[in-house]
């Protein structure tokens, strides 16, 4: 089996030369020597030697190996690899952005909601005030002066909750809640997130891609006539 650098296998046809076949293969002509003489065609080598023909009589059917990769083909993975350097380069930028931006937003988005919060819960403890006050038997709401007995036959619940705002400070918890959970902030926190995450997944992609180019680069950078 071949050893050294990766090859590949070639079939010699009619009128074919090791000068022609290195030099088709994208090698210089002059080192079709160097190929021949290479370990990986030591098996090729020593059946010439021992029908002694010289490297010149080759026949048709007869398999030499040749380096996978010429210069052509290194230099082009190379500036692939520029490439996708690049795009790594400029994602990971994107990526900072992206993470400052996010940062920036959630911090406004806490102060947001602290605010928020702060209303809320002033206005519950409101609501569960008048709630208690109002509750049935007990004496009335706060400020109430009138006989008890006589409040107890007249009172109405809902009118002194109406009248005490209960019913519209409940509707503007409900608004300050919507408001938290779907404000302005919650939404462009959701989308930098999903453009954040599409980032994150073309930056791996193209790492892991730079990554196996880079183990490949170095096989393709073995002598070709070891």
Do not use: C
């Not at 080598?45 to 290194?74: C, H, M, T, V, W």
């Not at 992206?98 to 609501?127: C, F, R, V, W, Y």
């Not at 009138?146 to 409940?170: A, F, L, V």
């Amino acid at each position: 089996m071949p050893i050294g650098p990766e090859v590949v296998a070639y079939k010699v046809k009619k009128e074919d030369s090791l000068w022609n076949i290195v030099k088709t293969a994208g090698f210089p002509a002059k080192d079709w020597k160097k190929i021949y003489k290479a370990r990986y065609n030591n098996k090729f080598a020593d059946k010439l030697k021992q029908e002694n023909r010289s490297p010149d009589k080759i026949f048709p059917g007869e398999i030499i190996y040749l380096p996978k990769y010429n210069s052509k083909a290194i230099m082009a993975h190379f500036q692939e690899l520029q490439t996708l350097k690049k795009i790594v380069s400029n994602s990971t930028q994107k990526m900072n952005v992206i993470q400052k931006s996010l940062s920036d937003l959630k911090g406004m988005k806490d102060e947001k909601h602290a605010t928020l919060s702060k209303k809320i819960d002033a206005l519950t403890s409101e609501i569960d005030r008048i709630k208690t006050a109002t509750a049935a038997g007990t004496g009335g709401p706060r400020g109430w002066t009138g006989p008890r007995d006589r409040w107890q036959k007249t009172w109405s619940r809902t009118y002194i909750r109406h009248s005490e705002g209960m019913y519209d400070m409940e509707r503007e918890v409900g608004v300050l809640i919507k408001h938290k959970n779907n404000g302005v902030f919650v939404k462009a926190i959701k989308n930098v997130e999903k453009l954040a995450k599409a980032e994150q997944k073309n930056l791996n992609e193209a790492y892991s891609s730079l990554i196996e180019g880079e183990k490949l680069l170095k096989k393709m950078l073995k002598s070709p006539y070891k």
